[in-house]
């Protein structure tokens, strides 16, 4: 059989017309219906469709002194794109008093955009370009090329850039480019030393440095820039958190408030719970009015996470025999990835866009992380328990109560109003896993954080603190104020089998049965946990019983089928809505599919793994048990509604 991908490379014209058939609707064929989701005021058009730029900005200036005095990797003259000229134009932006509209930046973008150089380019101009506002330009600067308004910059006498990075490797990304960027005229005028981890000029009165070192040797600088490398790998296990917690004090401390830092990353994989995630978090969180402005600048191109990888097959045409049709249908499907590519690369036309889907095609290679690296795509790994997206989008923006209990984690969720009937379930650890509360409204099945303890993170240089027990006293307390809060009708537990310290009981036997004493009476008996028998219990549950896990495996694919069926919806009331406290978002995406004999649950990625569900199996609980209720209480209705026979 002739080959038709060589017939077309070769120019075959009944090949090409068969081709342009197809792609004009004279056989049956998908469209290409592809939009990137464009975020940040680079991409903002006013309407006749122009870019909009800043009022004021002392970028220009920073553009032209680079193209004027840097190198591209090839020995030619340094050219900024349009896409990067608009980034700085924007990083650039001053107010009417000349103080910088944005004090910190993200820029997310697909693998090879290119994102190192412009950091180093960026760095070089914070070294000795014109960085910092000096003045407006009056009718004196016009013969400088300046208009009477326009904003003037100078140079930064006490420059200090450090590139940072969890790893050494990292920051070499970008220390690299500072070896073909800097001419050697450059050198000589500035007096300017490349080092593999360090760049200084006028003598060493100002620096370029790599950050690699523990968080706490950074503490107490005063930088006056700060790139983020790869923060997509800034996770716990690193202490990439700790070392975004320096930067962001040093920077703050900065004599003249100028002090600014800029993460380059890739889209972040949402259950590593890495610095780039909580920056997009708390990023969205803004945007939705949750949060106050805090002067981000978040520039992004990406597929939207619906975004597949294989186009719909359109129907055979009578003419093309069955082996014919599946070669053209794999020409259509390059073409629908290169579409794809093409919009989320943006200006970088130094990518091969052919090799790149090459690489999206290879069956080698995982999807989730091919949508991550090449279409810039925040997605979740092929056996996560539920869609990142969805979970995103069933997060309630309900401006309730906002009055919250004393605890950090929830911070970021709504709390129902007090007397709300509600359900609560727990899952208790001594140590290792979580201890978790989560509650479930009656009226709507809204589902929140009411409380989550768990070791702290182990500290680098020191050995792990085994000693760490689950904190009794305190779950005690939330327990207690949510019971004062709210009506509680319906309360379940399940303790780890985990033994106390000082003698052989259960190390929750103690507090569950004090729980079930003080709360019990006041608890509805149709929703005990056991509710006869010589193990009658008010709070007590205990997944460890066949039939106790066949039940919450049922209830865990319902919680998912609810999810879904939410995300398919466009009225305004959803199925139900969850909370979008930090730590219940990240036990969500910890979750993984889980494959018991009753059906899929959750579980952890694997039995050693460090990220915790815990919170995860309180919200099915929870939502579990508020389904038992309520069909008791209609049982219940049903049976006073009945005849008593023999009356």
């Not at 920073?62 to 591209?72: P, R, T, V």
């Not at 134009?89 to 697909?110: E, N, P, S």
């Not at 920056?279 to 619906?306: C, F, H, K, N």
């Amino acid at each position: 059989m002739t080959n038709l991908a060589h017939e077309v490379e070769k120019g075959n014209a009944e090949i090409e017309q068969l081709v342009r058939d197809i792609e004009s609707g004279e056989y049956i064929i998908p469209d290409y219906p592809f939009e990137a989701d464009y975020i940040g005021p680079i991409w903002s058009r006013d309407e006749n469709d122009r870019f909009i730029l800043p009022e004021h900005t002392i970028g220009w200036q920073g553009i032209k002194w680079a193209e004027d005095n840097l190198l591209n990797d090839k020995g030619g003259p340094w050219r900024f794109t349009a896409e990067q000229k608009r980034f700085l134009l924007w990083w650039y932006a001053v107010d009417w008093r000349g103080v910088f509209i944005f004090r910190d930046g993200i820029l997310q973008r697909l693998k090879g955009w290119g994102k190192d150089p412009l950091a180093a380019v960026l760095c070089l101009i914070e070294l000795l370009g014109p960085c910092r506002f000096k003045g407006w330009a009056g009718e004196n600067n016009e013969a400088k090329g300046y208009y009477v308004g326009d904003p003037i910059a100078r140079d930064n006498p006490t420059a200090w850039i450090q590139v940072a990075a969890v790893s050494k490797k990292q920051t070499q990304n970008t220390m690299i480019c500072f070896g073909w960027l800097i001419c050697d005229d450059l050198k000589k005028k500035f007096r300017i030393q490349v080092n593999k981890e360090s760049v200084s000029a006028y003598g060493g009165n100002r620096k370029i440095e790599a950050v690699t070192s523990n968080p706490r040797s950074m503490e107490g600088g005063r930088p006056s820039l700060v790139i983020r490398n790869e923060t997509h790998h800034w996770v716990e296990a690193n202490e990439g958190h700790d070392m975004a917690d320096v930067v962001e004090r040093n920077l703050t401390k900065s004599t003249d408030g100028s002090g600014r830092a800029l993460s380059i990353t890739n889209a972040y994989a949402p259950h590593e719970d890495s610095v780039a995630q909580r920056q997009r978090e708390a990023w969205e969180a803004e945007q939705a009015g949750l949060a106050v402005s805090t002067g981000v600048m978040y520039d992004s191109i990406e597929a939207p996470t619906s975004t597949s990888l294989t186009p719909p097959k359109p129907d055979k045409p009578e003419d093309l025999t069955e082996e014919e049709f599946n070669e053209l249908y794999g020409l259509m499907t390059k073409k629908w990835h290169a579409a794809i590519v093409d919009s989320i690369r943006g200006d970088a036309h130094w990518l091969n866009v052919e090799r790149i889907v090459l690489s999206l095609l290879d069956g080698n290679r995982s999807i989730s992380v091919s949508k991550r690296f090449w279409l810039n795509v925040i997605t979740t790994t092929e056996d996560a328990w539920v869609e990142y997206d969805a979970v995103k989008k069933a997060v309630s923006f309900e401006a309730a109560d906002q009055r919250q209990f004393n605890h950090d984690e929830l911070r970021a969720g709504w709390l129902p109003m007090p007397d709300e009937p509600i359900v609560i379930f727990g899952d208790g650890s001594k140590s290792d896993d979580s201890t978790g509360l989560v509650g479930c409204r009656l009226s709507d099945g809204y589902t929140f954080q009411i409380g989550v303890w768990q070791k702290p993170p182990k500290e680098r240089g020191k050995q792990e603190v085994d000693s760490w027990l689950a904190p009794r006293s305190l779950v005690d307390a939330r327990l207690r104020e949510a019971m004062a809060r709210f009506e509680v009708v319906a309360f379940w537990f399940d303790p780890s089998h985990a033994k106390d310290d000082t003698d052989d009981s259960s190390y929750w036997a103690g507090l569950i049965d004090e729980w079930h004493r003080d709360f019990g009476p006041k608890l509805d008996k149709r929703a005990w946990a056991v509710k006869s028998g010589a193990r009658t219990h008010s709070v007590l549950w205990d997944m460890t019983s066949p039939e106790r896990q066949g039940l919450f495996v049922k209830a865990a694919e319902t919680f998912v089928e609810d999810l879904e069926a939410t995300n398919d919806i466009e009225e305004f009331e959803p199925l139900f809505e969850i909370c979008g406290t930090p730590a219940l978002m990240r036990h969500l995406q910890n979750a993984r599919m889980w494959p018991t004999k009753w059906g899929t649950s959750l579980g952890k990625e694997g039995s050693g793994s460090s990220k915790k569900i815990d919170l995860a199996v309180c919200a099915v609980g929870a939502r579990m048990l508020r389904r038992i209720f309520m069909n008791a209480s209609v049982d219940q209705k049903e049976e006073r509604k009945g005849t008593v026979w023999g009356s």
